[in-house]
């Protein structure tokens, strides 16, 4: 089915940790997206994609990192977790063209304790 | 000030009601966005429109780019539409979406 994975469902992780989630789209969509979650904010974009092999930063990029090695997986890492990082994580993609529509992922659950 | 609005945050009503769900924004747009979450759930895209009005099943999106206002109706509302549904909007010169924070739908049976 196409679409987009993302994986773990949800972790807890303690602060300090290093900790990758996973994206991965099935649908050659060029643009892919992480955002968080929070409540009583909005979606905020952390990393973006406009195609394989670039990346750029979002609203709130700080104490993540993004790769983009190809069209299909786009991981994103913390590399030492923080408890303000506690958030549902949503990684997104479209076609990249102007007005595409968004196709979005399940979520990570990430509590950093 | 955000750049996009919602209004109500919340919204309980009995089923079989008429909904409308406000976005207001600040800014000039090529495109808004209008997104479903369910509780625990994924987030889907409902409608995606830069002018005019949209209809898919109950649902039906407006815009109005002049007054810089999008409506979601739900029309013969249901339990199964309750939900968080989110306004997105896409600057004019920017790639990247600006989130309203949503607003929370309860429909009661």
């Known amino acids: 089915i196409a679409g987009i994975t993302q994986a773990p469902t949800s972790q807890i992780l303690a602060a300090g940790r290093r900790m990758t989630l996973r994206c991965t789209q099935d649908?050659?969509?060029?643009?892919m997206y992480w955002y968080r979650q929070d409540l009583g904010l909005g979606l905020r974009l952390i990393h973006y994609s406009n195609t394989a092999g670039t990346t750029g930063k979002g609203e709130v990029p700080d104490g993540y990192s993004v790769s983009r090695a190809n069209t299909d997986d786009f991981p994103l890492t913390l590399a030492s977790a923080v408890p303000s990082q506690t958030s549902v994580y949503f990684c997104?993609?479209?076609?990249?063209?102007?007005?595409?529509?968004?196709?979005f992922g399940n979520g990570t659950r990430l509590t950093v304790t | 000030k955000n750049e996009v609005e919602q209004s109500p945050q919340n919204l309980t009503a009995q089923e079989g009601e008429f909904i409308t769900i406000n976005c207001s924004y600040s800014?000039?747009?090529?495109?808004l966005h209008w997104l479903q979450q369910h509780p625990g759930g994924g987030i889907v895209s409902l409608f995606m429109l830069s002018s005019g009005k949209k209809k898919h099943g109950r649902l039906i999106a407006t815009i109005n780019i002049q007054e810089k206002h999008s409506s979601l109706h739900i029309t013969a509302s249901h339990p199964r539409d309750s939900a968080v549904y989110i306004c997105a909007v896409r600057p004019f010169g920017n790639e990247k979406l600006t989130f309203g924070t949503g607003t929370r739908l309860t429909i009661i049976p």
């Open positions: 997104a993609s479209s076609a990249g063209r102007a007005n595409s529509p968004l196709h």
């Open positions: 800014v000039g747009i090529s495109a």
């Open positions: 649908m050659r969509h060029n643009a």
